[in-house]
């Protein structure tokens, strides 16, 4: 009698066992699903989207055609950094003009609430500047959908509102290069008009940019310079190199 009572309850126990792996086994493949949020990289296709915006509906990123476009991401409205970004943005648009930039802002929040927002923030004087206009959509993401397909849901940091992401995108609608800052330190705005200021000249001339580069500095070469042993003076003017790994090209190269 006691044998199989013992092997019944030996039954039970490994039965109890089993389960509760399996629950915390499939929890865990629930949660890791939960936070894999995969962060589109460098040289991928921009992942589309169609949302409502202040704008109207946009088509990201094919409604700017053969243009760089830069997508922006905001935790919430009516924060005082987000705030700060925003109207920079908006008095740098001249900037991006000349670039042939198209900003695109993601705010988690309501299409009703970023249009408050954006009524609010054309009225502010920030730096003794006189208001501006904010010409650039804001993107409803209310449901967070663009922001975890971005990959803009750090869930240690919030589960529900995005960090600060960055994405610039080519003609091509290539991402060229992608920044993160945490929710409480603003962006610089100047890194951005020189990131692609910098990312144009770079596939335009086939040349590289240095450390700390700006618009305007020496630029480095991929590969030595082939010297022409007749105007070797000339292009002794053009072109230097501190070491035999290391070209510059000098001149203007805005």
């Given at each position: 009698?006691?044998?199989?009572?013992?092997?019944?309850?030996?039954?039970?126990?490994?039965?109890?066992?089993?389960?509760?792996?399996?629950?915390?086994?499939?929890?865990?493949?629930?949660?890791?699903?939960?936070?894999?949020?995969?962060?589109?990289?460098?040289?991928?296709?921009?992942?589309?989207?169609?949302?409502?915006?202040?704008?109207?509906?946009?088509?990201?990123?094919?409604?700017?055609?053969?243009?760089?476009?830069?997508?922006?991401?905001?935790?919430?409205?009516?924060?005082?950094?987000?705030?700060?970004?925003v109207l920079e943005l908006a008095n740098l648009q001249p900037e991006f003009d000349k670039l042939g930039v198209q900003l695109v802002v993601?705010?988690?929040?309501?299409?009703?609430?970023?249009?408050?927002?954006?009524?609010?923030?054309?009225?502010?004087?920030?730096?003794?500047?006189?208001?501006?206009?904010?010409?650039?959509?804001?993107?409803?993401?209310?449901?967070?959908?663009?922001?975890?397909?971005?990959?803009?849901?750090?869930?240690?940091?919030?589960?529900?509102?995005?960090?600060?992401?960055?994405?610039?995108?080519?003609?091509?609608?290539?991402?060229?290069?992608?920044?993160?800052?945490?929710?409480?330190?603003?962006?610089?705005?100047?890194?951005?008009?020189?990131?692609?200021?910098?990312?144009?000249?770079?596939?335009?001339?086939?040349?590289?940019?240095?450390?700390?580069?700006?618009?305007?500095?020496?630029?480095?070469?991929?590969?030595?310079?082939?010297?022409?042993?007749?105007?070797?003076?000339?292009?002794?003017?053009?072109?230097?190199?501190?070491?035999?790994?290391?070209?510059?090209?000098?001149?203007?190269?805005e």
């Amino acid at each position: 009698m006691k044998k199989p009572l013992l092997l019944l309850v030996m039954v039970v126990f490994f039965f109890l066992q089993g389960f509760s792996q399996a629950g915390t086994t499939a929890n865990k493949v629930k949660s890791d699903e939960d936070r894999n949020f995969r962060i589109p990289l460098i040289g991928e296709l921009a992942p589309s989207f169609t949302a409502e915006s202040t704008n109207g509906t946009i088509n990201f990123p094919s409604d700017y055609g053969h243009k760089w476009k830069i997508l922006l991401s905001h935790p919430q409205d009516f924060t005082p950094v987000c705030s700060t970004e925003v109207l920079e943005l908006a008095n740098l648009q001249p900037e991006f003009d000349k670039l042939g930039v198209q900003l695109v802002v993601v705010s988690v929040g309501a299409l009703s609430a970023h249009v408050q927002w954006k009524k609010a923030l054309e009225m502010v004087k920030l730096k003794d500047r006189e208001p501006v206009k904010i010409k650039f959509p804001l993107v409803d993401d209310e449901n967070i959908v663009i922001s975890k397909e971005y990959g803009m849901i750090h869930p240690e940091t919030n589960s529900t509102k995005s960090v600060r992401g960055v994405f610039i995108v080519d003609p091509n609608d290539i991402i060229q290069a992608i920044y993160f800052y945490p929710m409480n330190v603003g962006r610089s705005t100047d890194e951005l008009v020189r990131m692609v200021t910098a990312l144009q000249i770079a596939n335009r001339d086939k040349v590289l940019t240095p450390v700390n580069w700006k618009a305007g500095n020496d630029v480095l070469l991929p590969h030595p310079p082939k010297i022409d042993q007749n105007a070797q003076t000339a292009q002794a003017d053009e072109y230097y190199n501190p070491i035999w790994f290391m070209w510059f090209k000098k001149g203007n190269h805005e």
